[in-house]
T-cell receptor, first 116, second 117 residues
């Protein structure tokens, strides 16, 4: 079975603090993709990153960075110097190779509140 | 992701009525996915369609729910005889044909928020 767990339901930080959102996944597939999406209060889903299972290099994009560790089945997301506009629900998702349909398995989401 | 168009954005239905949710994929995309987001929960896969074919409906409730993606026109998610528990946000995603679905970006629409009163 495939599963994504985001243990942190809600996180509250003050602006300019760094914050890490945890994501742990389960899959028996050797080939898979991991994703992060942002859902701001307006409700749409904004794609942030896609990472395949063969690429464990960490990635940085501006204030965002991702730490992929296969040994611990984790794909954590860090926001550096958080801003109020980062307030949103963040979803981690998994796409495994065995289903061959491309469907995504989402975690429950982490609500991030950044206070001024 | 602005290219995937869902309408309506908000839909209110009384118990027992039918709800029809529409999804127009991005230009050139022939793969459509529907997901449901219940309040305070993550998104759950419902169904995956290609033009005129349902490929995977493992996430669809067995009754009252159906989906189609005709050769012409948008994909439709239909919920018959709605109940309060159907109140949720329904998201559509589309992706390109061909290649490996694993490596294909899925672009999401803005969702339809269904409220059953």
């Amino acid at each position: 079975a495939q599963k994504v767990t985001q243990a942190q339901t809600e996180i509250s930080v003050v602006e300019k603090e760094d914050v890490t959102l945890d994501c742990v996944y389960e899959t028996r597939d050797t080939t898979y993709y991991l994703f992060w999406y942002k859902q701001p209060p307006s409700g749409e889903l904004v794609f942030l990153i896609r990472r395949n299972s063969f690429d464990e290099q960490n990635e940085i994009s501006g204030r965002y960075s991702w730490n992929f560790q296969k040994s611990t089945s984790s794909f954590n997301f860090t926001i550096t110097a958080s801003q109020v506009v980062d307030s949103a629900v963040y979803f981690c998702a998994l796409r495994g190779g065995s289903s061959n349909t491309g469907k995504l398995i989402f975690g429950q989401g982490t609500t991030l509140q950044v206070k001024p | 992701n602005a290219g995937v168009m869902q309408n309506p954005r908000h839909l209110v239905r009384r118990r027992g009525q039918e709800a029809r949710l529409r999804c127009s994929p991005m230009k050139g995309h022939s793969h459509v996915y529907w997901y449901r987001q219940l309040p305070e929960e993550g998104l759950k896969f419902m169904v995956y369609l290609q033009k005129e074919n349902i490929i995977d409906e493992s996430g669809m409730p067995k009754e009252r729910f159906s989906a189609e993606f005709p050769k012409e026109g948008p994909s439709i998610l239909r919920i018959q005889q709605v109940v309060r528990g159907d109140s949720a946000a329904y998201f559509c995603a589309s992706s390109l044909p061909g290649g490996s679905l694993m490596n294909t970006e899925a672009f999401f629409g803005q969702g339809t928020r269904l409220t059953v009163v």
